[in-house]
């Protein structure tokens, strides 16, 4: 909670979580659909691949007066997807409240379980306890017919016991009345921790305000922002998936350049997720998962992926990250270039011009065997090439804002 006492303003962060597809975005939407225009900012949804959310929603609102401070609110939707936990951990940082939006129906029990656990799990490591943080659970879904009782999903969903609301967000049943349940709780807690004999507590929430700084983005790419937070993950990421050998830093310093870099393939990676989005091009988790293996089974055993992965400290879930692009990225050109595999044969003519040129790089093999090589280096610049033309295309029709000063 961020509390400026010299400008009487109390910023608050309500993070909406819960597992894929349970409707999350639907809440935010419909909350901004329902607040009048002079107390609110624009929804950014940050990235979507399809309707499904990315990095995340962002809804900034405002409540009006409580006890003389002007109240903001900030609403956060995470990826609800098993894939992108790392964003879902990082938007939970500085939460003042919690809204798990639960999937009704019977099929979803597990999920809504799994995403759960994982709230508990991403919260204690920023020391927090899901049973001490304001916290309620919205059973969305309410029309579908599969829909359990409300009872039965107290019982067995709600070990937290946690406040909880019924909705059907869809039509907007129950979404505003879960976000004021969760407003008030928040609030709640801040009166009392600045009530009289609570001097203590107060101190805290005003040394953490000092330390929460509001999101800082770097960059603008038509409706959607991306936050430094991201970037810098973005950049650890891309440095520890690319990097040649698998001795790879702890945390890596970028210089200024380096970063201009990054930054630009980041916004070229969201220009063609905002192209994908027109398009309806989605990666499934099938073929995410599909491609994921592709590459695992290079590995002979479980326990040599596990060291190459250590070696690389990345996750399962950044290779499933890059999956998710490639396959974006294979789409795309597929269709904007229908005739791509024409395009990308690479001649024999074109190997033995190569070799001839690049000769003293050859080791003195001859070209019989370092013909696959060539190959699939010569196809691999010809798709960059068509990758980029399509880019430059798309930056022309963009609006692109980089904040360098932020970088
Ligand atoms: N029948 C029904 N459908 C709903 C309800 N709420 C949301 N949906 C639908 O469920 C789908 C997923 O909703 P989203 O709001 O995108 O879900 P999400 O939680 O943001 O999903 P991720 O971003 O992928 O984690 C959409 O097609 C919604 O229209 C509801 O109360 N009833
Ligand atoms: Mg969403």
Redesign the pocket.
Known sequence: MQINYAKKLISCKLVYY??????????LELIHQKVPDENKGEMTSIATEG???LFFDFLPLDLGEVRGMTTKFQLY?V???IYYASTRKLVLQGADGIIF?ADSQAEKLEENLESLQDLADNLKEYGIKVTEIPFVIQW?????PTAMPVEELEEKVNWPKAATTS?????GEGVLQTLKLAASLVLDRLNANTAPGAAATTQTSESAAEERKPEIYVAKVNQDSISKAYFSQYCQAQHRINAKSDAVEDFKKFSREEKKKLLESLVNYVLLLQDAKKRNIQASKEEVESQLSSFTKRFSSKEKLDEYLKNRKITLDALRNEATKNIIIGKIIFEIIPDINERLKISKDEIQKFYDSNKDKMGGNPLEKVKKDIKSHLKSVRKRKLLGEFHEKLKEQAQIKIFEDKL
């Open positions: 819960g597992p894929g597809m349970s409707g999350k975005t639907t809440n309707d499904r959310t939707t990826p609800g997807q939006v969305n879904k309410r029309d579908l909705a059907v967000a869809a039509t």
